[in-house]
């Protein structure tokens, strides 16, 4: 499996942490979620596509948003929100 590597804006994540407690650092961590839900970011995608990955970070579910650019995952913001829980908790559900 191909290493994935992570970047992102340092102004921007000081934001992100101030804002939503969460360094992107930290995000890196839903990715490693072998449950890990990704989905495309249609309110968002005008200039570019731009996705969420849903992922455990810790006791929570982190909800991720990141950009590919030249290979690499450009993570844009980061959080605990209600919404990427229930999606995650929706896609993870087994039906019998």
């Known amino acids: 499996m191909a290493k994935i590597g992570f970047e992102w804006?340092?102004?921007k994540n000081q934001e992100n942490l101030k804002k939503h407690g969460v360094?992107?650092?930290?995000?890196?961590?839903?990715?490693?979620?072998?449950k890990r839900v990704l989905?495309?970011?249609?309110?968002?995608?005008?200039?570019?596509q731009r996705f969420y990955c849903?992922?455990?970070?810790?006791?929570?579910?982190m909800t991720?948003?990141?950009t590919y650019r030249h290979d690499v995952i450009r993570i844009i913001g980061a959080g605990y929100?209600?919404?990427?829980?229930?999606?995650?908790?929706?896609?993870?559900t087994i039906h019998r």
């Open 39 to 48: 989905a495309q970011d249609l309110a968002h995608s005008q200039a570019e």
């Open 54 to 61: 849903f992922g455990q970070v810790d006791d929570g579910i």
């Open 9 to 11: 804006d340092d102004a």
């Open 81 to 92: 929100w209600r919404k990427g829980k229930a999606l995650y908790a929706q896609k993870n």
């Open 64 to 66: 991720v948003r990141f």
């Open 23 to 34: 360094s992107f650092s930290r995000a890196q961590f839903a990715f490693a979620d072998p």
